[in-house]
């Protein structure tokens, strides 16, 4: 990961970042390239925020396995002062810069002017999953940047950013840094699992209403819903449909406008704003295009965080197959699935085992209507 450092540039400084989630090996790193340096005889000072020592003064500063002689501060101040007594170190290295303020900046460049080699290593964003300055200044600043990814604690993929749970649950944008008699903790998550929760819980649930073929009764479907499941509820439908048409759906309750996908977008958060439940019914597969070569699916996907997909299909022999491949795709885009509605229709229905297998298969529930 390092590069190499260019005989006849050793005397310039540099500034390398090392950023990313909370458990993505960030202070690990650090700690790595400055014990190389030590290893190369060369002279490093260590500043950390966070260990326990009074400030200012020199101790063990350790993570995970690894660990290194650095001075706990609490301000630039403090590091300037210890500076004086160390201005012949090559190296200087920073772990939680992101606590240090927008003064670390400064203090960055003068040394790198200086000549030192200075290594960083922070949070490049809050739990809020917004910027964690001055970590973004330093970004941009600096002649290196690695960000690292943890593993996201829910589905392995890659992390994004640090979850922040307070009893168990995903924290409120607001809540105060500091939570009296609380427990709280943090994981790292990706994208889709990364959550912040508003006080304001303004919106409405989504649910896409998704056939396998065309006329499978997602109508019908969503009626039911409406009479029985959603009785008491603030509902409202969305038609959403490809620019492509190869087949004229029945003409619905709904008058189906073409809108521009900006104007969709307005559209669908008005309708969350305004509903309890916002129905999207989908007309053409998935994977038609809706705007220019943008799809229905990565449309949907947009929404991922907050709507269930319903899935209908025609119970009818042979539906295996394309009820599996629907499934499929739905789930490699993480998407969450509601259930799959089997609707009866004047054909001959499928065996009941069949229904019975896709479930084993999806793990996912079904229903069957008429
Ligand atoms: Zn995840």
Known sequence: ???????????MGSLEVITGSMFSGKSEELIRRLRRAKYAKQKIVVFSPSIDNRYGEKGIYSHGNESLEAYSVNSV??????????ID?????????QFLGEDVVKFCKKYVEYGKRIIVAGLDMSFRAEPYHPVPELMSISDRVDKLNA???????????????????PAYYDDPLVMVGASENYEARCRRHHIVKYKKEEKGKILFIIGTEINVGKEEVEKNYRENIFKDKKCETLVIKSRINEFEENKSLVSTVDFSLIDLRNKIEKAV?????????????????????????????????????????????????QVLLTVDLLKKSDLNIEKIIYKNGAEEKEYEEVIQEIKDITHLKYEIIN
């Open 1 to 11: 990961m390092d590069f190499q450092i260019n005989k006849n540039i050793i005397n």
């Open 273 to 321: 704003n305004e509903n309890d439940y916002v129905f999207i019914r989908i007309i053409g597969g998935l994977l038609l295009p809706l705007e220019g070569y943008y799809s229905i699916l990565d449309f949907i996907c947009e929404y991922r965080k907050k709507s269930e997909i319903v899935i209908v299909s025609k119970n009818k022999k042979g539906l295996l197959n």
């Open 151 to 169: 593993i996201c604690t829910v589905c392995g993929k890659p992390a994004y950013a640090s979850q922040r749970l307070i009893n168990g649950e």
């Open 77 to 86: 101040n403090q590091m300037e002062e210890i500076m004086t007594e160390n």
């Open 89 to 97: 170190a090559q190296v200087i290295g920073i772990d939680e810069v």
